[in-house]
């Protein structure tokens, strides 16, 4: 199919538009961005690149995507940027591509990224996540499936933000939080289980209270965090949900909040 293209934008002869694509008046597309089907630039939309954009990606205004990274350390090496398919980026959202030669910022599928929001260098951020206003992630942040940052979070660098977990707004996050937990404050500390958002998900209620059992000896008994995680590690028929909360909290480096 064929691309609608604004006459007041600007293509650069050295990107890619698949087909289906619209490109909104007083957009600019840079060398180097490869752009799937059916995506959708609103007006004054930046892309630069290199950027692999996916399919059916929406972009509104003002929104700049591509750009190379903030890092004082980079020095014009070729570094890149990767999205996955349906995602939508609200009002003035930011993406910077990776730092280290051929390193590269990777976002995936059906992620909602609302006004302001910046993912940084070297970020990985996965599938079916919520950015609200003013989401900003630091460089090197791993963001798992399902999370969801609340309005104005910031979060440190190299921290990592857990499957299913949510950070009220406001929050300054400078530790890990781990998955299917509610974080919140400044510093962010872990103040129950995302109970609502895990039964939103369709998680059993039997699993649920098995993470509701494991946020209790984690944060409310008397054990440090080697000796809970040893006894939830006694406990039989873990299931991955469990299994992924022990592996995500073991191999933490930051600490968890």
């Not at 609340?150 to 890990?176: M, N």
């Not at 974080?183 to 649920?208: C, H, Q, W, Y």
Request: charged share 20%.
């Amino acid at each position: 199919m064929s691309n609608d293209i604004h006459p007041t934008a600007i293509v650069d002869s050295r990107a890619e538009l698949a087909g289906d694509v619209v490109i909104g008046p007083y957009s600019i597309i840079g060398a180097g961005v490869r752009l799937g089907k059916g995506c959708q630039l609103h007006n004054h939309v930046t892309l630069a690149g290199p950027s692999e954009i996916g399919e059916r990606n929406e972009f509104f205004p003002y929104a700049s995507i591509g750009q190379r990274t903030q890092d004082l350390k980079y020095a014009g090496e070729p570094t890149y940027l990767h999205i996955g398919d349906d995602n939508t980026f609200r009002e003035f959202c930011t993406v910077n591509r990776g730092t280290a030669p051929e390193s590269r910022t990777v976002i995936g599928n059906h992620g909602n990224f609302l006004a302001y929001s910046h993912i940084a260098h070297d970020c990985i951020v996965g599938n079916h996540v919520i950015f609200s206003n003013n989401g900003t992630l630091a460089g090197h942040v791993v963001v798992e499936d399902y999370a969801i940052l609340g309005g104005l979070t910031a979060v440190h660098q190299f921290c990592r933000i857990g499957a299913h977990a949510i950070t009220g707004g406001c929050s300054k996050v400078i530790q890990d939080v781990p998955p299917y937990m509610v974080a919140d404050g400044n510093p962010a500390k872990v103040r129950m289980v995302n109970t609502t958002g895990l039964s939103r998900r369709n998680f059993a209620p039997e699993v649920i209270s098995r993470i509701k059992e494991a946020h209790r000896i984690l944060y409310r008994g008397e054990l440090n965090r080697s000796q809970a995680l040893e006894r939830i590690r006694t406990w039989t028929d873990l299931g991955p949900e469990l299994l992924h909360l022990l592996e995500f909290i073991e191999s933490s480096e930051r600490g968890i909040s």
